[in-house]
T-cell receptor, first 113, second 113 residues
Framework: SQQGEEDPQALSIQEGENATMNCSYK?????LQWYRQNSGRGLVHLIL?????REKHSGRLRVTLDTSKKSSSLLITASRAADTASYFC?????????????FGKGTLLTVNP | ETGVTQSPTHLIKTRGQQVTLRCSSQ?????VSWYQQALGQGPQFIFQ???????GRGNFPPRFSGLQFPNYSSELNVNALELDDSALYLC????????????FGSGTRLTVV
C-alpha cells in the first residue's frame, strides 16, 4: 500500500521557474525523504527531513514538513532542463522497526528549455 | 565509495519460470532492501535483510525470497513467475544506526511473457 501521495501527478514548467510538489501521508513518521528518478531507472536520494524539523534546505531544494497536517512540500528553485524527472516522497514510520520506506506514486516534472 | 550495482539490467522470462536478481551493496552498508516498481507507480517494499536474515517483509507472497551474503551482497529470487511480476526491481542499501537516505541501484527490468 502507498502511504505518501504526491500532488500534482504531473507538472510542466519553463526553465528558470520554480517547481513545487506536495506529499501527504497517513500515519506518524520518523522522517520523510524525497527521491528523484530519471527515466524509470534507480532512485537518487535528495533530502531527508526528520519529524521534529519544519524546514530544510539543500542547494536549490527546499523541503517543508507539517506533521499536524501530515504533509510535506518540495520546492525546486530556478529549475533546469536536467531537473526533468519523477519525484517521490517516502516515509519511515515512527515506532517499531524503521526498515520499511513507503513511497507515493510520484510527480512527473517536465522542465522545458 | 562504490554505489549499489544490480544485475542483470534487463531480463525476459516466461510465466512459471524462476528468476534470480543480484545486488552489490554500497561499501560500508550492512542492510539491503528490495523494492518492486510497476509502471507508473511508486516502489513497493518487498523485504529487507540485515546480518543475513530477513528483517522485515512487505505484502508479497512467499515465492518472493532473498538472501544476503557475508559481503553484504544480496539476491532476490522469484519462483513461479506471473505476468504481474513484470516490473522494475530496485535494490537499496543503507547502514543500520544511521538516519540517512538509502542508496539505490539502477534496477533490473523484468518482463514476464
Amino acid at each position: 500500500s502507498q502511504q505518501g501521495e504526491e500532488d500534482p501527478q504531473a507538472l510542466s514548467i519553463q526553465e528558470g521557474e520554480n517547481a513545487t510538489m506536495n506529499c501527504s501521508y497517513k500515519t506518524s513518521i520518523n522522517n520523510l525523504q524525497w527521491y528523484r528518478q530519471n527515466s524509470g531507472r534507480g532512485l537518487v536520494h535528495l533530502i531527508l527531513i526528520r519529524s521534529n524539523e519544519r524546514e530544510k534546505h539543500s542547494g536549490r531544494l527546499r523541503v517543508t514538513l507539517d506533521t499536524s497536517k501530515k504533509s510535506s512540500s518540495l520546492l525546486i528553485t530556478a529549475s533546469r532542463a536536467a531537473d526533468t524527472a519523477s519525484y517521490f516522497c517516502a516515509t519511515y514510520p515512527s515506532g517499531g522497526s524503521n526498515y520499511k520506506l513507503t513511497f507515493g506514486k510520484g510527480t512527473l516534472l517536465t522542465v522545458n528549455p | 565509495e562504490t554505489g549499489v550495482t544490480q544485475s542483470p539490467t534487463h531480463l525476459i522470462k516466461t510465466r512459471g519460470q524462476q528468476v534470480t536478481l543480484r545486488c552489490s551493496s554500497q561499501s560500508g552498508h550492512n542492510t539491503v532492501s528490495w523494492y518492486q516498481q510497476a509502471l507508473g507507480q511508486g516502489p513497493q517494499f518487498i523485504f529487507q535483510y540485515y546480518r543475513e536474515e530477513e528483517n522485515g517483509r512487505g505484502n508479497f507472497p512467499p515465492r518472493f525470497s532473498g538472501l544476503q551474503f557475508p559481503n553484504y551482497s544480496s539476491e532476490l529470487n522469484v519462483n513461479a513467475l506471473e505476468l504481474d511480476d513484470s516490473a522494475l526491481y530496485l535494490c537499496a542499501s543503507s547502514r543500520v544506526g544511521t538516519i540517512r537516505g538509502y542508496t539505490f541501484g539502477s534496477g533490473t527490468r523484468l518482463t514476464v511473457v
